[in-house]
Structure formats: structure tokens, C-alpha cells
């Protein structure tokens, strides 16, 4: 009897200790496991979201290009120029400039993109330096255009105050970039969304069909005006393309680049002699002819 009434006892409080057990489990760890287990459900449902919403929304570039039915250059790389500036003379003038992070256009032309007629492209690939390829090669419209122009950091890409004042001639940081009208309101021509789209596009280039990359090429380009601007249309007195005035230059500068030296060079200089050392097996005295390039 001794012995049943002990294992009464025993059983009755191993039932009591396993319904502490219980009790202290749901007051103290219960929660921590429903927790763990409803962060579970979220990320899951998070995931199932993303997956969805990768699926539904695709990007600019994957509307624009990939699913159209509707290549580009190898990228020439930045070149420092090192040359001693002499006093008083136009073209030694030095450079000691980084790379253009924000340009729309040098991430696949190069930072030195003229190169088609020997006579006039280092005069031009000067202006690259501190001139925006849009200022020359945009044509805006009546309706957008603005005729303001500023400075933006070569760096950051960020507009900043005019450097003309402060630095000596080629030696600015920073390069010249028009203005244009978009829905009534006034932006930089080299937008982010385009250069996000010029950019995407280098990422992709090489897994894109030729068709793909011909229409993307084309809406990059569609900015581009066939005819570009002129040397002339800056260099002259009476309504210059770039407001000289406006985007610092001071008067001395202004009256050097609107000469009538600089601009009866440009309209006036096409034909260069060249030394028969120059061109070997040719005639001597032979002239070799440069057609006026725009700038």
C-alpha cells in the first residue's frame, strides 16, 4: 500500500513540475519563438513582393531597348596633357585636369574626341576641356531653348561659380554645360535620366543584339544635331553663342576671344602649306587643304 500511495505521489508531481514548466515557458520564451516565427512570415512575404514587383516593373532601359525590335566606340580613356605655360602665348597653356565623371557623352568618345582632321583637332579637343560637347553639338529647339549656360564640377558634377576670375586659361576645373526648358521648367541638358540610360546602356552593350544596340545608340544620340555649331558662332562680336558675360569672363577675355584675329583665322586660314618633309613622295610647295571644321 506504502509502495502505490508513493507512486501516486510521485506521478502527481511530476504532472505539477511539467505544468510549471509550461507556464514558465509561455511567460518567458513563448513570445521570443512567436516572434522569430512572424519575422519569418514577413521576409517571406517581403521576397514574394520584390519577385513580383521585379517581374511587373522593369526598367527604362529593358522597356525601351529589350523589348524593342526596333554599336559604340571603345572608350579612348582620360590623357593628361603636360605642357609648360608660356606668358602671353594662347595654346601653351597647360593642363592639369582630371577626369569629366558627369559628361554624357565622353564615357564613350573619349575625353579627346576630335580626331578626323589633323589641321584643326587639337584646337578643338582644347575647347573639350572646358566646353561641354552639348554646347557645340545640341541644336535646341525655339521652344526649349534657354540661352543660359553655367559651370559644373568635372568631379562631382554639381553646378559651381565661374572659375574664369580665379584660374589661368585651360586650367579650369570644371566645363560649361547649356540650359533647356522641360515642361516649363528650366534643367542642365545632360540630365540624370540620360546619362543613367547612356551609362546602362555600357553595362549591358554586350549582351545586347545588334538591332538592340542600334536603337539604343539612336535615342542617345537623338539630342544630337547633325549640324553642329561653328567656331564663328562663338567667336564674334555680335551675338556670340555662349554669353560670354554672363558665365564670368571678364571684358579683356571676352574682347581676346571675339577678335578679329581669332575670327579672321577660323573664317579665313583653310589652306595650310604644308613641308615636303611632312608628306614625303609629294611635289614640292603642294598645299594641303583643310575644310573649316565646327567646333
Not at 507512486?7 to 505544468?19: E, N, S, T
Not at 609648360?84 to 575625353?111: A, L, M, N, T, W
Not at 584643326?120 to 573639350?128: D, S
Not at 549591358?204 to 549640324?227: D, F, G, M, P, Y
Amino acid at each position: 500500500m506504502k509502495n502505490f500511495l508513493f507512486k501516486i505521489y510521485m506521478l502527481g508531481f511530476m504532472a505539477l513540475v511539467v505544468f510549471f514548466m509550461v507556464i514558465i515557458w509561455k511567460v518567458t520564451f513563448a513570445h521570443i519563438l512567436h516572434e522569430y516565427h512572424s519575422r519569418q512570415e514577413v521576409q517571406e512575404i517581403a521576397k514574394i513582393k520584390e519577385e513580383q514587383a521585379q517581374k511587373t516593373e522593369k526598367s527604362t532601359f529593358e522597356k525601351i531597348i529589350l523589348e524593342s525590335e526596333e554599336r559604340v566606340k571603345h572608350y579612348l580613356g582620360y590623357r593628361i596633357l603636360e605642357e609648360v605655360r608660356i606668358k602671353g602665348h594662347f595654346h601653351h597653356i597647360g593642363f592639369d585636369i582630371g577626369p569629366d565623371q558627369r559628361s554624357y557623352c565622353i564615357k564613350c568618345h573619349g575625353d579627346i574626341p576630335h580626331d578626323k582632321i589633323k589641321e584643326l583637332r587639337a584646337f578643338l579637343n582644347m575647347h573639350a576641356f572646358f566646353v561641354s560637347c552639348e554646347a557645340c553639338h545640341v541644336r535646341l529647339d525655339e521652344s526649349v531653348s534657354t540661352g543660359i549656360f553655367k559651370w559644373y564640377d568635372r568631379t562631382s558634377g554639381e553646378i559651381v561659380a565661374s572659375p574664369v576670375t580665379k584660374s589661368s586659361p585651360g586650367s579650369f576645373r570644371a566645363k560649361i554645360i547649356p540650359f533647356e526648358k522641360i515642361n516649363g521648367s528650366i534643367q542642365r541638358i545632360d540630365s540624370d535620366e540620360r546619362i543613367n540610360f547612356a551609362l546602362e546602356f555600357r553595362q549591358r552593350e554586350r549582351s545586347l543584339t545588334e538591332a538592340q544596340k542600334s536603337r539604343a545608340k539612336k535615342l542617345i544620340h537623338k539630342i544630337v544635331s547633325k549640324q553642329p555649331y561653328l567656331c564663328e558662332d562663338c567667336h564674334q562680336k555680335e551675338n556670340p553663342l555662349l554669353p560670354l558675360e554672363d558665365i564670368g569672363y571678364p571684358k579683356e577675355r571676352i574682347d581676346s576671344i571675339t577678335s578679329t584675329e581669332v575670327v579672321g583665322m577660323i573664317k579665313n586660314y583653310t589652306k595650310f602649306y604644308m613641308p615636303k618633309m611632312l608628306h614625303p613622295g609629294e611635289e614640292t610647295g603642294k598645299e594641303t587643304a583643310a575644310p573649316k571644321e565646327q567646333s
